[in-house]
């Protein structure tokens, strides 16, 4: 296998009250916190992907550059000139680092993002000198990647995909929704939900229980004696319950397999817990 090259990863994020414009958040939610946890969530999987060091927020917003900062990113200045005019400004700080450096650029608006997946796609770009992976629909651009850092030359903007494989980006189809879905509006909102947020998106969404979908999963163990246990959600993650929150759920009996809804407090402990299908107010015990 081709070692993987130590990319740098250029994440421009907006913040601030204009980010996000076309994103209706549920009652109770500020768009503005909204956008923030959209990028926290995108970060977040960045930092835990590659060395934080090496990832560059480009941003204007001092709340987006705290949140980057407490990741242990590096933050650059955004000159005020739109989204190319970042990525620019975040490759050139790159550059400093290094004239040929590989370089790549991600939208930070990812929240379903995780390691593994940017793993995955930085390693399937480094097969190429220039390559882009398009967002869901195939045409927006979600990665844009350089092997030669000064050669990664962006034209972000609605049709970018195209423009960026006419101007011999290699174009990768990756199997990565997670990667590849980014949040624009509302029905983009709906999709990265069913994937699976991460833990800031959730918690801007919680007061806005109609639009979140509680999560799914079945039972893994379950102690007799003792009434605690754990299940395996959906997306992977095994996540454990006590005897109380078993107790406070009227359930009599779990068995190993069985579905269940659940609330997490954290990412790893049940809040709640309830049988798939059956409401709050019609609990089956
Ligand atoms: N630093 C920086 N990031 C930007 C800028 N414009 C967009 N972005 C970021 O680029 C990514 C994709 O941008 P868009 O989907 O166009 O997001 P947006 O401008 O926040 O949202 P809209 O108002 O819906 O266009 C997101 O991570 C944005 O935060 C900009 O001028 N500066
Ligand atoms: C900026 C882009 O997309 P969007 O505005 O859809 O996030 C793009 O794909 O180039």
Same mark, same amino acid.
């Given at each position: ?17 204009s ?30 992907g ?7 927020v ?16 590096? &933050? ?12 620019r ?13 590989? &370089? ?12 593994e ?27 844009l ?7 990664? &030359? ?38 990265v ?16 229980a ?5 999560m ?10 003792t ?59």
């Amino acid at each position: 296998m081709t070692p993987t090259p130590d990319w740098h990863l250029v994440v421009p994020v907006k913040g601030g009250a204009s980010a996000k414009s076309r994103l209706h958040p549920p009652t109770g939610v500020g768009r503005e916190a909204l956008a923030l946890a959209l990028a926290t969530d995108c970060l977040t999987a960045c930092c835990a992907g590659m060395p934080p060091a090496r990832v560059l927020v480009v941003t204007s917003d001092e709340r987006v550059a705290q949140m980057a900062r407490g990741l242990d990113a590096r &933050v650059v200045a955004d000159p005020g000139a739109g989204l190319n005019a970042a990525v620019r400004a975040g490759r050139d700080a790159a550059l400093a680092d290094g004239p040929s450096l590989p &370089v790549a650029a991600l939208l930070g608006d990812l929240p379903a993002l995780r390691a593994e997946d940017l793993t995955a796609a930085l390693g399937a770009a480094a097969a190429y000198p220039l390559a882009v992976v398009p967002d869901a629909a195939g045409e927006g651009t979600v990665l844009l990647t350089a092997l030669t850092g000064a050669e990664l &030359v962006p034209s972000f903007g609605a049709g970018s995909a195209a423009r960026h494989e006419a101007a011999g980006h290699q174009r990768l189809e990756l199997e990565l929704p997670r990667l590849r879905t980014d949040v624009d509006d509302d029905a983009d909102l709906q999709d990265v939900l069913a994937l699976g947020v991460g833990a800031a998106t959730r918690r801007a969404l919680e007061q806005s229980a109609t639009t979140l979908p509680p999560m799914q999963g079945s039972v893994h163990s379950f102690d007799e004696t003792t009434g605690a246990g754990s299940a395996l959600l959906d997306d992977g993650r095994e996540v454990t319950f006590t005897r109380e929150v078993f107790a406070a759920s009227a359930l009599r009996h779990l068995r190993v397999g069985q579905r269940l809804s659940l609330d997490l407090t954290g990412e790893r402990e049940v809040s709640k817990l309830w049988i798939v299908g059956i409401g709050d107010d019609q609990r089956i015990g």
